[in-house]
């Protein structure tokens, strides 16, 4: 159900009530989104709560009309977004991003047993090799340099880096529908199930990060 | 936001930037990655093994300029320790001695974890080379 925006009998702007983004569109917490969907929605709620359009200027009806045409823009940025949208449903879950590595590094600190590291080892030194042979090339160019081998070689691992992230954004969504089958399944769906749903979209996004800062890396350094 | 002088110190002049054989039995090897932003580290230490004293210790960061900073410090804080005294080593320590913004502090976390990562690559490589001394226990 849609978030009272408007009064039921007047149709005024009310007050926002504090609520989620996907509530504030009036949608379950699923993954799996009609974009073309949401931005209709989108257009004809912030045509509706316009400021200019809520009565006059410096009124109590306006200022909400403010917050909640803010809100409004808020939510839509963040839910038309594949990636966003994933994270801030785990922030819903309460899944707290940057907290993960800090509390594993504690963990290992105090049993003395190496910390597991959330992305795994072949790709981490697949991004140390690239990054190498990156700022390679950028020293080449600096000195007036060219290696067309090294380039070439590069070239290629762009191309392997855009499939795995078309790969990793394919991969992301199946977990998306785990978690929108959870959601369909409503209080039958255990807090474990949950749990371990979110653990995978948190480990698709982990290496999707790494992902996408080599293909900005590898761009940049072709590019200049 | 801005950098504190220690940061941009270490950040203009990284101490033991280099890497040393990966193969050798006395270098341990620490690679390591911050989900968060996507950069990565390699931290590598030279152990003597009759004292277990590191004396040597190189770095390579692809990262932020806090990270570069992090492990440029851990590299010389490292120098010099016994492995036991390098595990006490804790990421807030480098926050403090950098004045790492609260933001920067997953900065210092990769650190940690690339040293732990380099000793226990280490450690791993002593049980693999030792196993007669350990039988004859
Ligand atoms: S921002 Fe990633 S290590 Fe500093």
Known sequence: ?224 | MSYSDKVIDHYNHPRNVGSMDKASTDVGTGLVGAPECGDVMKLQIKVNRETNVIEDAKFKTFGCGSAIASSSLATEWVKGKTVDEALAIKNMDIVKELSLPPVKIHCSVLAEDAIRAAIGDWKKKQEATTPVAAEAK
Not at chain 1, 83 to 93: D, F, G, M, N, S
Not at chain 1, 96 to 121: F, M, Y
Not at chain 1, 153 to 172: F, N, P, V
Request: hydrophobic fraction near 35%; proline fraction near 5%; include cysteine.
């Open chain 1, 1 to 224: 159900m849609r978030a009272a925006h408007f009064c039921e009998s007047c149709g005024k702007v009310q007050p926002p009530v504090p609520v989620d983004y996907f509530s504030f569109f009036g949608l379950p917490p699923r993954l799996s989104l009609d974009v073309a969907a949401l931005e209709k929605s989108f257009y004809e709620l912030s045509r509706k709560l316009h400021p200019d359009l809520n009565a006059r200027a410096g009124s109590q009806e306006q200022e909400w009309s403010l917050e909640q045409s803010s809100l409004l823009n808020d939510a839509y940025r963040t839910l038309r977004d594949p990636i966003k949208r994933t994270e801030y449903l785990l922030h819903l879950e309460g899944v707290l991003l940057e907290e993960q590595s800090k509390s594993a590094t504690e963990q290992a600190r105090a049993t003395g047993e190496l910390k597991k590291q959330i992305v795994p080892p072949d790709l981490l030194e697949e991004v140390f090799e690239l990054n190498l042979h990156l700022e390679e090339l950028r020293m080449n160019k600096k000195m007036g340099d060219d290696d067309p081998a090294l380039f070439e070689e590069i070239g290629k691992a762009k191309l392997s880096l855009e499939a795995k992230h078309e790969a990793l954004l394919r991969e992301l969504q199946t977990y998306w529908k785990e978690w929108d089958g959870l959601i369909d399944r409503g209080p039958d769906a255990s807090t474990t199930d949950r749990q371990r749903v979110s653990g995978k979209l948190v480990d698709v996004l982990n290496r999707r990060n790494y992902i996408r800062n080599l293909v900005r890396d590898v761009n940049a350094a072709m590019e200049n």
